[in-house]
């Protein structure tokens, strides 16, 4: 096979998964938070920003994480969709490597898992969430910039975008999502 093949056959395997945030290039090795303890990060996160993806598709986005079993995090992940239908799905995150305990892999209705690394949260305001996955010469990237409340400061947007930014993450792709009180009463009840 050339090489040109062999690119067309993993961009067509890249965008038959869903990819939204497609990179030239392997996948950055960024920091992770130090000494993260999940006790201390289960409960209720409000989606602030995030990369594009193919498989979140509405508003109002909240994630709630309860703690399962040493290394075992059930995952609630629920959406306001523009047809005013609430959408959630249930998966698992699962520590990786003990030694790595914000390294975990996330998975929903037996999907292959996917990184989910905790680089940065002081778990009472803000969490950084970031993932990627190598495809061949390509890599694709999620992130999250989460909060316990529905808004987070402009300061503390800026500090976590400025982390992703240092890594190579295009924070110019990334997108607000609404969490109006109002619009978001349907999740939040």
Excluded at 5 to 12: K, S, Y
Excluded at 41 to 67: R, V
Aim: with cysteine; net charge neutral; glycine share 6%.
């Amino acid at each position: 096979m050339k090489p040109a093949q062999v690119v067309a056959l993993t961009l067509l395997s890249v965008v038959a998964i869903g990819a939204q945030v497609l990179r030239l290039g392997k996948c950055p090795q960024p920091a992770v938070q130090a000494n993260f303890d999940a006790n201390r990060y289960i409960g209720k996160w409000y989606e602030i920003h995030k990369l594009p993806t193919s498989f979140q598709k509405g508003q109002c986005a909240t994630a709630n994480y309860t703690l399962l079993s040493p290394g075992v995090i059930e995952v609630l992940n629920t959406e306001l969709l523009d047809n005013g239908t609430v959408n959630a799905i249930v998966g698992s995150a699962k520590v990786k490597n003990p030694a790595e305990p914000s390294k975990l892999e996330v998975s929903f209705n037996n999907s292959p898992p996917g990184p989910y690394w905790v680089l940065s949260t002081d778990y009472d305001g803000h969490s950084l969430v970031y993932g990627c996955t190598d495809y061949g010469l390509f890599r694709v990237e999620l992130s999250w910039i989460l909060s316990r409340k529905p808004t987070l400061s402009k300061e503390t947007l800026e500090k976590l975008q400025g982390i992703l930014y240092s890594v190579g993450v295009s924070v110019e792709n990334m997108v607000p999502t609404n969490q109006d009180e109002t619009y978001c009463s349907p999740v939040n009840q």
